[in-house]
């Protein structure tokens, strides 16, 4: 499944780093995900001369004339350290071991260290658990920065500890701020629905899914009893899979909204109250439970088995706040 929580493009991505390093929101790990290698390569280094930058702009543009970013320009910064798979092959453990060393350290010349782990999924069982280790208790001024093309090839344990970046390189350098949310998200969602596997002849049209999507929020979401509404819905398999793949992308958004990521970006913009709403009493870590959850749910009825304990489940996790 292809919709974990989706940032936009590059500037999109750079900016809210920018915003969340100046709330001193910055979580210590995070894991880009985005379909071309060496673009999630390239902007994991770019967060990291972000990070390390000490004239950063608004737009979370680096100054390029600092003394860090004459460094990154030399090639050498002492506290930016790569980790890259040795050719077309794993991470090692020594290769983290080499990690943990430094991470250990104080900065050598910046207030932080940042690590970027190239390549994520190719980590061996044994790197991975040295790797956990420095996520588990890291340093309060060291960051890590992972990137894959494929969030489900990632070790789990590792997956669970990052903060998750999906970057969508094409098309969300597109996004401008203060666009037509709306038709920008059906644009959005209708190829998701087809990605999907929903059957081509069942996929709503955009006018539809608007329809799809409320009665979903008034039955589901905010409905107290949603038993003849879920009944309703298992009864017929492609019905939930679009049931589940608008909650997904409505649980989404609330991620989103939640990690201060930009409007533009929100599938459901035209709901911004509600989603506000929605996600006022859950943590992000719920919300995440709940996504993933929606997600397995969702594997399930594409293997056909049936999801109503699962959805019934999902319900009062979001119950419970
Ligand atoms: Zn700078």
């Keep these: 499944m292809d919709i974990a929580p989706f940032w936009g493009g590059r500037k999109s991505v750079l900016k809210n780093f920018q915003r969340m390093l100046d ?54 910064h002492p506290d930016i350290h790569y980790t890259t798979p040795a050719d077309g092959g794993a991470i090692k453990r020594e290769a983290i071991r080499d990690i943990l060393e430094k991470a250990r350290l104080r900065p050598f010349s910046s207030a932080r260290q940042v690590f970027v782990v190239q390549e994520a999924d190719r980590l061996t069982p044994e790197a991975a658990n040295t790797l956990l280790k420095t996520l588990e208790e890291p340093r309060p001024d060291t960051f890590l920065l992972l990137t894959s093309t494929a969030l489900d090839r990632v070790l789990p344990t590792i997956r669970s500890r990052c903060h998750v970046v999906r970057v969508a390189f094409r098309e969300g350098d597109q996004v401008q701020e203060g666009s037509d949310t709306v038709s920008l998200s059906a644009n959005r969602l209708i190829p998701y629905l087809r990605r999907e596997g929903v059957g081509p002849d069942r996929v709503p049209r955009e006018q539809e899914i608007w329809q799809r999507r409320d009665a979903m929020l008034k039955s589901f979401v905010w409905a107290q009893d949603v038993e003849p509404f879920v009944k309703k819905i298992v009864t017929d398999k492609e019905e939930t899979k679009v049931f589940l793949i608008l909650l997904v992308s409505w649980i989404r958004d609330g991620w989103l909204l939640k990690a201060g990521g930009p409007a533009a970006c929100l599938l459901h913009g035209d709901r911004i109250d509600d989603l506000r709403r929605f996600c006022e009493d859950l943590s992000s870590q719920k919300l995440w439970k709940v996504y993933e959850d929606v997600v397995q749910a969702y594997r399930m009825s594409r293997e056909n088995f049936n999801v109503k304990i699962p959805i019934f489940i999902i319900k009062e996790t979001l119950n419970d706040g």
């Design 23 to 76: 709330k001193g929101r910055l979580a210590h790990a995070y894991l880009f995900v985005g379909e071309d290698p060496t673009e999630n390569n390239r902007l994991a280094g770019e967060v990291a001369r972000v990070l390390q930058c000490q004239d950063l702009s608004a737009a979370g543009v680096m100054c390029r004339v600092c003394s860090s970013c004459r460094r990154v320009a030399a090639g050498r």
